[in-house]
């Protein structure tokens, strides 16, 4: 049986399936949004954990999470200062999570937000 000339040369556009292609993000019922927290310079997160023996409560990382209530979320460790939120499709501008979270605290009020354009996850998951 031969395959249709069609098929071989491309012609024919996708009747069905997702069209999808390696290394583009697609927030599917979602948006992602990087955060640099920032105070005149990048904050250490790590001194803002809220696990363990030395925990801050209603610290930096826990006011930002209760503000913007995401769906997940991922705090570097390191004193890089940033943090990468998925948020319900509902919000879907950056500016916004930006203002709501100078907003929330003084000491953090360099910080700014942007839509992500990648997503990795480091653990080997």
Do not use: H
């Not at 098929?7 to 992602?32: A, K």
């Not at 826990?62 to 939120?85: H, Q, T, Y």
């Amino acid at each position: 049986m031969a395959i249709p000339q069609d098929l071989v040369d491309g012609t024919t556009g996708r009747v069905n399936g997702s069209d999808t292609r390696v290394g583009n993000l697609y927030p599917v019922n979602c948006n992602l949004y990087n955060i640099y927290v920032s105070y005149e310079g990048a904050v250490d997160l790590r001194t803002q954990d809220s696990y363990g023996g030395d925990a801050v409560v209603d610290g930096v990382i826990e006011s930002i999470v209760k503000e913007l209530n995401p769906l997940a979320w991922f705090a570097d460790n390191n004193n890089s200062g940033r943090i990468r939120v998925v948020m319900d499709k509902a919000i879907d501008d950056a500016a916004e999570l930006q203002t709501r979270i100078r907003n929330i605290r003084n000491d953090i009020g360099g910080t700014t937000v942007w839509p992500a354009t990648s997503m990795t996850f480091g653990d080997n998951s």
